[in-house]
């Protein structure tokens, strides 16, 4: 009998467990949605049915979706890790076999009416599984090579699939996701330190072997790491993306433009304006204010995560509230630091603000996830 | 169990430690994010506004011009066409009932396209560019034009259009354009910038489609200075893309719109070939259809039209057609088995009218019999049961091995839409499709070309084209392409004796110019166009033993669709043969009276290079050719020249 098991009698059962959930979460995430679909009106000019509709009901399945997730208790949810871990990984596969062609990369799988994304699932099970990972090992072997290598090889398997595809904007946040849970369950630091050393030679490595017979990289992808260090070298190439997100961002000022009245989005300067890139829109038309408030209510987010993980006193469900939140982190430290010029361009959505189905319904199961553990945390 | 609660204690922590630090770099990094907000949106605003307001450069791509496709002699098959359209954006007007009220005055607006048009613009992107009218006349497009800074978010646009200026002589071959759809975008990984322009033109079928790649050629780039408002002011410079790639085809445009005026209003089709080169000449299917209908926008009811028609003119039957060959297969029975060694050219069979095998009576076509039978003679005559006696020898496998080494049973690697394989059987393949085994009734049938064979008229012009001259001819659609001529692959001798191949070609001789040959009425009398050939009628129903019993029904009693299909290949001159032939009237009647005349006249044209002399026919027969060929309805071949080619 595991220790969790032993406090069962203290956790709530039926219909009362909806007043353990974490609601302040609950709140926060209906806010940043809202944040989102007031943007998605405003750049389908001032129409519903564009983006904003099909995109509020997708909110209204996920949140169903999370009350679910929530009310089954969190030992289910450890027990299937593995299985569902196994699910996305043959869905992956089979998309590279059978999958329909988005935006130049193989991601969708058409299952009948369903169309899905495996990568957008396995981002989720990949936290799970390691979540129950840890949960299972002894404390003390934690450290031990070999103990480490097996969820190496857990994160980097579909971290390769995805990078297949190709999609570098999922890899990267599958590897930095994983990475996170691993740390968080108290690997040696040596390793994380190891790993940042390794990587920060190899980028002094691909800089300094430019031009010389050992180059690293071909010539293009020297380019674009140009274009990211200076944009407005080719203002109107490849840097025209950044160049223009940049410019309707700043030019948002304390207040911005007001809404609807963004010109740059307006007259579709902007690339990618309703998914990727929706967040210069909304620091065109609401300046400093609406921008600062949506990273606010996003650090209000993490904020609460944090610190249900760490009352929470069940290992399985103290990981994966870190991995889940450490996750959506991510996801919008990522966009918004590319759309900022902080970062290369790579293709991560805004989470629950940028258009987009799966993304927007696993996020909230995800929820779901971190709520059940809440509720049935032990006491 | 496994953990004891100071473990957990412990661990927990420790977890609690690394929570801290993970929460610390976050918070560092929301902090980065918060400043670097800061930096651009507060301290930097001023500069950023001011280049939002200089942001007046857009990027508008220039549509490449379609690679022209044109005839083995140069002249025009596709060419493009100047075309006046007006687009409307959402985004760059006021108010969009006003605009479109305004338009209605200018230019002819149904109120059902009114009403499709307002649905479409505001069930579209509001960037979108709507298309409100497309072809029109010149004086409507100017009187928009003049017009157009009263009405924002209306642009006047002159694009190129796709124009087959003689449609339907080349709309199976050819194919057609239409603007691209949502499907097509969805087929295309990593799609070009240049397909989403709205109304852009991707080929949809035959060589338009297979070879879309080369003919669309490099979108331009154009740069633009717009105001605040969204509309172009200037022109800040253009980098001109790189047109499409043109083709020129094996096809001789004469020949064809001869042939398919031939072919008239009957369901048929007709392939020329060359029988050296493997050259296409000549591919029609008749009857036809305006391809220029569908890069317009084919109406509803033009669709069911021809959907519809019992004669299908959307079908390509020269490739796609597949029927029992009949008699014209029997060439391939007597070289498989004068290959196996069953027989030899003098070898004699008696026909007494029919054969019977494994209990069941076979017949010949001629009820009385031919009596003793050679390969010749057989030809000449087409007499079937000579062919039953041979399939009985060789059995199933070595006809079908013939039929390949000629060409049938395999796709014809060829540049058009849905290319048919056709089926040469064999024991195995009937096991794998029916789950039944072979009979020797099935031997039978196929040794005359009926029952489980099928070819289309590309194959049986392939397989003449083998035969006339003793090569493994591959038929060939394209001769240049981009201005670089293709050259013609030597084709390999064919696995055969010479020998087996002269006779084959004395009796396909004797069909046509002997006194008891099945096609003698369609011989030719020009000495050095003299024409070989093989007749076929294939059943498209089976005769009961009682209708046999009370006399089979003549085909003109039958309704169109259960008639004979009429079959004919042939090849000219005989001592020197060009060109191979193969015509097939569907629900024709006889191979000898519904194709075998049209392929003659067809393949003199070809010889001719134009209408045929009447020295070439039979003197009894002039008067009835010179009237036909005053009734059909020809291009002038000066005119084609002039007309076509003034427009690009």
Known sequence: MSYLESNLKTVPTGLSKVLYLNWPLVILLTAVASTGFLMLYSVAGGTLDTWAEPQMKRFAVGMTAMFIVAFVPIWFWRNISLAAYLVALVLLIAVEFFGAIGMGAQRWLELGPLRIQPSELMKITLVMLLAAYYDWLDVDKVSRPLWVALPVAIILVPTFLVLAQPDLGTAVMLVAGGGLVMFAAGVSLWYFGTVIALIVALVFGVLESRGTDWQLLHDYQYKRIDTFLDPSADPLGAGYNITQAQIALGSGGWSGRGFMQGTQSRLNFLPEKHTDFIFTTLAEEFGFVGAFSLLMLYAGIIAFCIHAAVVNRDRFSSLLTLGVGGTFFFFFAINMAMVMGLMPVVGVPLPLVSYGGTAMMILLAAFGLVQSAHVHRPR | ?648
């Open chain 2, 1 to 648: 169990m496994r953990r004891s609660p100071k473990d957990t204690a412990e661990s927990s922590r420790k977890i609690t430690r690394r929570a801290l630090m993970l929460g610390g770099a976050q918070v560092a990094i929301v902090a980065t994010l918060g400043l670097r907000m800061r930096r651009m949106q507060l301290e930097q605003a001023d500069q950023y506004r001011m280049l939002a307001e200089g942001n007046s450069v857009k990027i508008r791509l220039i549509p490449p011009a379609r690679g022209l496709i044109y005839d083995r002699n140069g002249i025009l098959i596709a060419g493009n066409e100047q075309n006046y359209r007006v687009t409307f954006t959402r985004d760059d007007a006021d108010d969009v009932d006003r605009v479109v009220t305004d338009l209605r005055r200018l230019i002819a607006l149904s109120d059902a396209d009114t009403a499709a048009l307002l649905e479409d613009i505001r069930k579209r992107p509001p960037t979108t560019p709507i298309t409100v009218a497309d072809r029109l006349p010149w004086d409507d497009f100017s009187r928009v034009a003049v017009n157009a800074p009263a009405l924002p978010g209306v642009t006047p646009e002159v694009g190129l259009s796709r124009i087959y200026p003689r449609g339907a002589d080349f709309a199976h071959v050819v194919g057609y354009v239409g603007p691209v759809s949502d499907y097509d975008l969805s087929r295309i990984e990593n799609p070009d910038p240049v397909l989403r322009i709205p109304k852009f033109q991707l080929g949809k079928l035959g060589v338009e489609a297979k070879f879309e790649d080369d003919l669309r050629g490099h979108a331009g780039q154009r740069r633009v200075e717009v105001n605040s408002a969204g509309r172009e002011m200037r022109d800040l410079g253009r980098q001109e893309g790189e047109p499409g790639e043109n083709l020129q085809l094996t096809i001789d445009y004469k020949l064809q719109n001869y042939a398919l005026a031939r072919l008239g209003e009957e369901s048929a089709a007709a392939v020329v070939m060359d029988v050296t080169t493997g050259d296409i000449l000549c591919c029609s299917s008749a009857p036809s259809f305006d391809p220029n209908l569908f890069v317009r926008g084919i109406s509803v009811k033009d669709y069911k039209t021809l959907t519809e028609d019992d004669h299908r003119p959307l079908a390509d039957k020269t490739v796609q057609g597949l029927y029992p060959p009949g008699s014209t297969y029997k060439m391939v029975t007597a070289l498989a088995a004068l290959k196996d060694g069953a027989i030899t050219p003098e070898t004699t069979v008696r026909c007494p009218g029919h054969l019977e095998v494994g209990g069941r009576r076979f017949h010949c076509w001629k009820r009385a019999g031919h009596g003793p039978v050679n390969l010749v003679k057989s030809l000449e005559q087409s007499c079937d049961v000579y062919y039953y006696d041979l399939a009985q020898r060789i059995g199933i496998e070595k006809m079908s091995e013939m039929a390949q080494i000629l060409g049938l049973g395999t796709r014809p690697d060829l540049p058009m839409s849905a290319v048919a394989e056709g089926l040469a059987p064999t024991k195995a393949w009937k096991q794998e499709r029916y789950g039944k085994d072979w009979l020797i009734g099935d031997t039978i049938n196929a040794s005359i070309g009926q029952g489980y064979v099928l070819a289309s008229p590309m194959h049986l012009a392939v397989m003449t084209a083998r035969i006339a001259s003793g090569k493994a001819v591959e038929p060939r659609l394209v001769r240049a392409r981009g201005g670089v001529e293709i050259p013609a692959r030597e084709a390999p001798e064919l696995p055969l004796d010479a020998a087996w191949l002269a006779q084959v070609r004395r009796g396909m001789s004797a069909v046509v110019n002997a006194e008891r040959g099945t096609a003698r009425s369609s011989r030719v009398v020009m000495a050095e166009w003299k024409m070989a050939g093989k007749t076929g009628t294939s059943q498209v129903r089976n005769i009961t033993a009682a209708e046999r019993a009370r006399g089979v029904i003549r085909n003109d009693q039958l309704p169109w669709n259960r008639r004979d299909h009429a079959l004919f290949v042939a090849y000219a001159p005989v001592d020197n043969p060009k060109y191979a032939i193969s015509v097939i009237v569907e629900h024709g009647g006889g191979g000898s009276t519904a194709a075998a005349p049209i392929a003659r006249d067809i393949l003199l044209f070809a010889l001719n290079g134009g209408v045929p002399p009447l020295d070439a026919y039979p003197s009894a027969q002039r008067g009835r050719i010179r009237t036909q060929h005053e009734t059909l309805d020809l291009v002038d071949p000066d005119s084609v020249s002039s007309d076509v080619k003034t427009r690009v």
